[in-house]
């Protein structure tokens, strides 16, 4: 009993001294699919996006993986919502009325609690940018409820095991306007995704290299992807980022011979967004690419 005593007050001097501790557990990573076939915002051509109908609609045609974005609520909880704002392209209020442009730009998922979040319907409305997408009456789920959501989909339907493309959606711009800093961005997503015990099959991706140093230093073997729509060179994007990543995730235009190469030589993956069409999809599998995101995953 005296030395768990010791143990508590050293730990308790250490968090008032202003440390923090990071918990990290040691994991060992899934193998990953040779062809990453991946449903971008859960196959948003298809099924409203970021929803866990769409997820489940990709199991079903096949996917490996699940690509989704992440937001943080005012009240610190994780959501899936590629926009920091709600839609009103596709989203209605929980009355069932139109959003106009202005009132969306007061409507920020950084500002409001999830409670008042999930009540707005992100599914029932015509999204003319994709005319198949079937239409149901759905919401923005938290990442929590989502991955309980299709593990347990996965386990009824003996369906194989998915992995998860994990967006972080903030910026230096966005800091404490859309989003929190990127360390407390990170600690949120992490808590989630080390309860629900599924980092043997995820990546976390984001176009804001903040979050992915972080993960690189405190989660070391969590894999990153790095996403980018510039034309720097695969050195300079990687100087820029400090360390290799686990992917290179690239505007599928990007995509040429010489990049896979570079990438293939450091031991990077190459997985372009967002390819639409089944003859673009097949022109990049015969550049090597390790995998393509798109809207249809009903292409694959």
Known sequence: MQNKLTIIAGISLIMLSGFTIVKTMPIKNAGYPAFSTEAHRGGRGLMPENTIPAMKNAIDLGVTTLEMDTHITADGQ????HDEYINPLFSITPDGKEIGKEEAKNLILYKMKYDELKKYDVGSKFYSKFPKQKKLKTYMPLLSELIDSVQAYIKVNHKKQVFYNIETKCSPAGDGVYNPGPDEFVEKLMAVLVQKKILPYVVIQSFDKRTLQ??????????????????????????DLGFTPFILSPAYKLVDADLVKKCHDAKVKVLPWTVNTKEEIELLKALGVDGVITDYPDLY
């Open 78 to 81: 994780v959501v899936l919502s």
């Open 214 to 239: 972080i993960i690189h230093k405190k989660y070391p073997e969590v894999r990153t992807s790095f996403l980018i729509e510039n034309k720097k060179s695969f050195e300079d994007n990687m100087s």
